[in-house]
């Protein structure tokens, strides 16, 4: 966990962004427990933060409690990871549409940068590394489009899905994956909604498509 988060904002909510992001980034694997001592260890807090931040996570299904009051990443099944993807498919088009109007060149060249960062990742055969600059990409583009409801949505599928995806892109390896950021960009400079709708969900299907080949029957 990023220490620097532990000097910005209350104790409950510092510590709440900082579990948030790793789990985002898929860097807590499905079935990885965690400790309240732990991440209260790791960010310099009490245990109420502590608590308080896994109770938020838990309520979002980023996180869930065993019986034995255990504390992980869920394991999902192969019909749970195709249900996210496939709201990801049906939401993702919709919210990036709303951003459209917004797309100046700024936002533009801040995609750019991130996406240069996933194809890096590809390159070296990083799945961490392109979970993370994946989510740098899609969180720019969705930021804009002003849609808090939309946006909420989104995260809570993200959460609960990139543990599993950053597993299986890490299985898979990244040769095979394909820049499907370069049609959205395309499109986002062209001022297409129906060619950048296309080039979102065409992402999320490729999600789907690992998913399909590579998720434990």
Do not use: C, K
Request: aromatic share 2%.
């Amino acid at each position: 966990m990023a220490s620097e988060h532990a000097s910005e904002g209350p104790a409950h909510e510092r510590v709440y962004r900082a579990l948030r992001q790793r789990i985002l980034h898929g860097e807590l694997a499905p079935g990885q427990a965690l400790t309240l001592r732990g991440v209260a260890e790791a960010l310099g807090v009490s245990m109420t933060p502590a608590r308080e931040a896994v109770r938020r996570l838990t309520a979002e299904r980023a996180l869930e409690t065993t019986p034995t009051g255990r504390v992980l990443a869920p394991v999902l099944a192969p019909a749970a990871l195709a249900e996210l993807t496939e709201a990801r498919a049906l939401l993702e088009p919709e919210l990036a549409a709303r951003a459209l109007p917004h797309a100046d060149a700024a936002l533009i060249a801040r995609l750019r940068a991130a996406d240069a960062e996933v194809n890096a990742a590809i390159a070296r055969g990083d799945a961490g590394g392109y979970v993370r600059a994946n989510v740098d990409f899609h969180g720019a583009l969705y930021a804009a489009a002003d849609a808090p409801a939309l946006s909420a949505l989104v995260e809570s599928v993200w959460l609960q899905l990139n543990p599993s995806m950053r597993v299986i892109t890490g299985r898979a390896g990244t040769a095979g994956l394909v820049d499907q950021h370069e049609a959205a960009l395309r499109a986002l400079e062209a001022h297409d909604a129906d060619a950048l709708r296309a080039a979102i969900r065409d992402d999320a299907l490729q999600a789907q498509a690992l998913i399909a080949q590579l998720a434990p029957a």
